[in-house]
């Protein structure tokens, strides 16, 4: 398959306004990152499959969102199961499997009360919208949320305004105005950056895209407190962390605090898009028209996510990430060793390798090449984000390959 343009074919359509023919075989899509030209076909587990029957370990997951692999027997069950049984019915009625769901949730979170959405930026940007309701009826229209350096918190123009991402600073201006920064773990900045503006500080338990940039314990219960003290909501943006993926249901837990607000996507619907903005009682404040969206809530999303809630839930299920996670650690540690690579960073099965150098994108080239899947979020820095399921035989393979890649890059750079 070639990714070259067809000089002709783009000619003949030129001519005619009528045609708008795509030359190349990816030519249709829109351009948003620098895709590999491959197409891929299936998925099982751990392991995708593209056009030309390569295998490839994936360890990226669709970004932490297949968190019990690809294509999982529970979720391919409530997917066709609730296909042919109620797929929509408007975000305007019950339905069971939204009710269900939520059911579900405040169970394990000890947050009362859910909305539902399709992504994480959508979930965010209803924490956004809470908050400055709550902020209009309970704090004389305080509006300012305090987010952290390096956030991320979604592509809408509000979430992309509250996170901190450098590249970001100066596009698609204006910004949407009250998100005032401070750098993650430091308490005094945050206490300083509070005005009677402020309504709410918001934060990743562990900042994913910025490179697996942990949250400390000690910095989270001093948020807990300090928001309680000064009458400030406290967010965390749970889309990538959530649902399992630091070996609890919500990483929130590791630091014995509840957030007022808490947001969840990726890993929630194992796959398909389904998020949710979930909260307190106390602090539920939208009035009918306020909130909404056609596919909110829908039965065959909802449907999925009580499959994937019930699954987490399943006795030693998390316990089995926990440890999982200890023995990617180790084994990622020692893949570094050899390497001249730093520590691993992170929690569970989102896990960071310190490169020491900016090789991030030719080690991601070279394990592509090899048959696996990795991401650099950072110019040094490898993130590991498996199917929550991930056996120990494929750790040790995701190594061997790992090892390779890294050793290629050595000798390439060597030459
Ligand atoms: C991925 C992510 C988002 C955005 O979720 P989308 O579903 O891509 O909109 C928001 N916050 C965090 C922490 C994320 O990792």
């Known amino acids: 398959m070639s990714l070259s343009q067809d000089s002709a074919a783009q000619d003949s359509s030129a001519q005619d306004p009528s045609v708008a023919a795509p030359s190349g075989p990816f030519d249709a899509l829109m351009t948003i990152t620098d895709r590999p030209p491959v197409v891929f076909v299936e998925g099982r587990g751990s392991w995708l499959r593209d056009q030309n029957g390569k295998d490839y370990l994936d360890f990226v997951q669709g970004w932490a969102v297949n968190c019990l692999g690809h294509s999982p027997e529970p979720v391919v069950r409530a997917l066709t199961a609730q296909a042919a049984k109620l797929i929509n019915c408007s975000p305007a009625f019950y339905n069971e499997p939204m009710v269900r769901l939520a059911g579900l949730i405040a169970r394990h979170s000890g947050l009362e009360r859910t909305f539902f959405a399709n992504s994480g930026a959508e979930a965010n940007e209803g924490a956004i919208k809470l908050a400055r309701k709550w902020g209009a009826l309970h ?159 829908n039965p065959l999303m909802t449907a999925v996510g009580c499959a994937v809630m019930e699954e987490i839930a399943k006795p030693g299920f998390l316990a089995e990430v926990a440890e999982t996670g200890l023995y990617l650690a180790a084994a990622l540690e020692a893949v570094g060793r050899r390497h001249g690579c730093g520590g691993v960073r992170g929690q569970g099965l989102l896990l960071a390798l310190d490169l020491k150098r900016d090789i991030g994108a030719r080690v991601v080239a070279r394990a592509f090449a090899r048959g696996l899947l990795i991401n650099a979020p950072r110019p040094n820095t490898l993130r590991m984000m498996p199917a929550l399921n991930v056996s120990r035989g494929e750790i040790d393979h995701m190594c061997r390959v790992l090892d390779a890649a890294l050793a290629d890059c050595a000798s390439a750079s060597a030459a």
Request: charged share 20%; hydrophobic share 45%; net charge negative.
């Open 139 to 297: 704090r004389g229209g305080a509006f300012e949320i305090i987010t952290m350096d390096h956030a991320f918190h979604g592509r809408t123009l509000a979430t992309m305004s509250a996170s901190g991402k450098p590249q970001w600073e100066k596009l698609f201006e204006p910004k949407v105005a009250g998100f005032p920064k401070v750098d993650l773990n430091d308490l005094d900045a945050v206490a300083a950056a509070i005005t009677d503006k402020t309504v709410a500080v918001m934060l990743e338990p562990i900042q994913g895209e910025a490179g697996v940039l942990p949250a400390t314990v000690e910095f989270l219960r001093g948020l807990r407190e300090l928001t309680r003290q000064k009458n400030l909501l406290l967010i965390l943006d749970e889309v990538q962390t959530g649902i399992g993926r630091t070996g609890k249901f919500f990483a929130f837990e590791h630091a014995g605090i509840t957030p007022d607000i808490l947001t969840l996507g990726k890993g929630l619907g194992g796959g398909v898009p389904l998020a949710a903005l979930v909260a307190r009682e106390e602090v539920c404040c939208f009035a009918a028209g306020d909130q909404g969206g056609t596919y909110n809530g």
